[in-house]
Nanobody, 122 residues
């Protein structure tokens, strides 16, 4: 059974940092991509960042480039999202998801974590 478990969300002031973790199980970690999406109240879910675990390729939304860094620890089957210089507009529920390759079409993705809330105060 595919399982994705996020952790690390919380409340932080603008300019602060958080690190999200996504622990994966139930599939061959190295064969897949892991992505982070977020959804703010009243808005559509959007892709934030993705890593192709086998190739190490990384992708970022323009809105987070230079502030967020995605990485993976293959020994722990875990992907991290380091978020620096956080802004109030980063406030959302953050989800990790997995698919065969990185893409931002969330409607095509079958496997999701439960989500973790990130709140950035001004």
């Amino acid at each position: 059974e595919v399982q994705l478990v996020e952790s690390g969300g919380g409340l932080v002031q603008a300019g602060g940092s958080l690190r999200l973790s996504c622990a994966a199980s139930g599939f061959t970690f190295d064969d897949y991509a892991i992505g982070w999406f977020r959804q703010a109240p009243g808005k559509e879910r959007e892709g934030v960042s993705c890593i192709s675990v086998s190739y190490g390729s990384t992708y970022y939304a323009d809105s987070v480039k230079g502030r967020f860094t995605i990485s993976s620890d293959n020994a722990k089957n875990t992907v991290y999202l380091q978020m620096n210089s956080l802004k109030p507009e980063d406030t959302a529920v953050y989800y990790c998801a997995t698919d065969r390759f990185c893409h931002s079409d969330y409607q095509l993705i079958d496997y999701w974590g439960q989500g973790t809330q990130v709140t950035v105060s001004s």
